[in-house]
Structures are given as C-alpha cells and as structure tokens.
C-alpha cells in the first residue's frame, strides 16, 4: 500500500519528462499554483498602464463576412443534458460542410459577446462573453481554418466577436496537408469542416491579475472549448480537442509572433454521420 507523499504519485526521477528543455518539471509546476503573492499585488493596472484592446486590430479595408446573427438561430434546440450525455471526442468527419448559421452559432457559443458595458464617453470598458473568463479579460482570439463551409472559400479567418463577422485573413485551399503536418500527422485535424485556433494575447489577463495570469489563461481556455463540444452536438457536430500541435508551425500559419500572442489550443470540427442519440 501507497504511504505518505508518494501516495499522490510522484514523477520518478528517471521519468524522461525531467530535462525536455531549460525549465524543470517543477519549475513547469509552479505556474499551476496560486499564492497569495500573486494576487494583483503589483500589475501593469494598478501601475496606470492602459488596458490593452480587447479585440486585435484589423485593417479597416480588410474583407469581412457577416454572420448570422444570434437573434435568427434556428439551430442549438437540443436539451442541455442530451448534449452533456452525448458529448464524445469525434475525429471522423463527413464530407458535409456546416452552414453558415452553423458556424455562426458555434462561434458565437465559444466567444460570442453577450454584453458590453460602456464608459461614460461610450468606450467600452467590459465585456461578456459566453464562456467565463477571470476578471472578464478573455485573453483570445479565434482562427479559423475553413475546408468546408457553405458560401464561404476554404482559407484562414479570424472571429470578430464585437462585429460578429469573419475577417478575412487569406482565402486559399488545400490547407489540409499543412494542418495535418503542423499536428504531428494527426489527419482528422486537417480533414475536419472547421478547425477552431485559439491564439491567446497574455498581456490582456497580466495587465489585471499579474503572475497569475497565466495560470488562468489556461484554464479558460478549456471552457472555450467545451462550449464547442457541446454546441457541436446539437447541430449533429463531431468535435475533437487537440493540444498535439508544432507550436512555430501553426504560430506561423497565422503570422502570430509567438511571443505576444500565440495558439494555446485546436479544436477540429465537422458534421458526423452518426445519429445524436446513440
Ligand atoms: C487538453 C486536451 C488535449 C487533447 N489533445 C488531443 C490530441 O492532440 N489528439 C487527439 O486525438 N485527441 C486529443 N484530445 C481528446 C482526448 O483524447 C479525449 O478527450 C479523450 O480520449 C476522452 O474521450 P472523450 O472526449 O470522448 O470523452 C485532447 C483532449 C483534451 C481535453
């Protein structure tokens, strides 16, 4: 029988992961932590820096797409507790292609803003969206990479939440090779409809909750993508997680400097041949 420590497991100190690169396994675990240290004791807010936008510019002359808007859906009419008892990590995609309310809603349902609150110039200060975020920060942006979507070209896109539209990153097909290689061969990611891209902005959580931003930051992005999952299911959408990705190959997809902003997370998505309700 386990004693003592050991009884949570503990990493053997032969275990391959120690020594990967420059930081240690514990030093790695340290970011997992909380103190009461990190709590907003010095940060960039409290110190009179500027909040950082909080959505990435664009260029005003850049294509967009509108989306349908939240106030027209007819889909997501599934019960809540079907979709939770559902819920599987699909990765056999048909070759059917989502319509375009179809990604609306699932955008919408990942990060789709659900309130804005304004100064009293009428900038706005906080946002809402549908997934939690501390300190309502929501440190991502969306990227799209889109093989099949009714009326819209295959190519690279980013989600506009405020606007709720695509903005046109680069119309171009045959992605798929590309997607697959920059996560290690796993091909469902590049066969998929859609492959959702979370590139995280640090700076937009560090400037309100410090060192322990980070920490956060990945926990939220979890509740991005299960909203995924779950929205997914109602509109009989197979969606699988993927965290098996080459980090400078994907951050160069979408020109992202890897430093201030980069992906933290994949999420591929398609529609599956299988019925909802096994
Ligand atoms: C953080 C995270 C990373 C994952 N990364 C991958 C991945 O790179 N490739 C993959 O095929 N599945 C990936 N998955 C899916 C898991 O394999 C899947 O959730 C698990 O097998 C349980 O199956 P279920 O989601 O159907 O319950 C990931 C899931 C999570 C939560």
């Known amino acids: 029988m386990l004693t003592g420590l050991s009884?949570?497991?503990?990493?053997?100190?032969?275990d391959p992961v120690r020594g990967v690169d420059e930081m240690s396994v514990e030093q790695r675990r340290v970011f997992l932590r909380g103190t009461l240290a990190d709590w907003r004791e010095d940060t960039s807010e409290k110190r009179g820096h500027e909040a950082p936008p909080i959505q990435k510019p664009y260029p005003p002359d850049a294509k967009r797409i509108d989306l349908v808007s939240p106030a027209k859906f007819t889909v997501g009419g599934m019960r809540v507790i079907d979709a939770i008892?559902?819920?599987?990590?699909?990765?056999?995609?048909?070759?059917?292609?989502?319509?375009?309310?179809?990604?609306?809603?699932l955008l919408w349902a990942t990060q789709g803003?659900?309130?804005?609150?304004?100064?009293?110039h009428g900038k706005v200060v906080t946002q809402f969206r549908m997934v939690p975020s501390g300190g309502a920060r929501h440190p991502f942006e969306t990227y799209l990479v889109i093989n099949r979507v009714a009326g819209v070209a295959p190519g690279l896109y980013r989600y506009l939440p405020?606007?709720?539209?695509?903005?046109?990153?680069?119309?171009?097909?045959?992605?798929?090779?590309?997607?697959?290689?920059?996560c290690y061969g796993q091909s469902f990611a590049g066969n998929s409809a859609v492959t959702f891209v979370w590139a995280a902005i640090p700076y937009r959580t560090e400037w309100h909750y410090g060192c322990i931003a980070q920490k956060l930051i990945s926990i939220e992005i979890g509740h991005v993508c299960q909203n995924l999952y779950l929205a997914a299911e109602t509109i009989r959408g197979g969606v699988c997680a993927v965290s098996g990705y080459n980090q400078a190959r994907l951050d160069a997809l979408f020109g992202l400097d890897g430093k201030d902003e980069f992906v933290v997370y994949l999420a591929a998505a398609g529609k599956v041949n299988e019925a909802p309700h096994p």
């Open 85 to 105: 008892r559902d819920r599987r990590s699909r990765r056999d995609y048909s070759g059917e292609a989502f319509s375009l309310e179809e990604l609306s809603y």
């Open 113 to 120: 803003i659900s309130r804005l609150d304004q100064d009293e």
């Open 162 to 182: 405020l606007e709720h539209q695509l903005l046109v990153i680069r119309e171009e097909g045959g992605l798929s090779k590309r997607v697959t290689g920059s």
């Open 7 to 14: 009884a949570v497991g503990a990493l053997p100190a032969s």
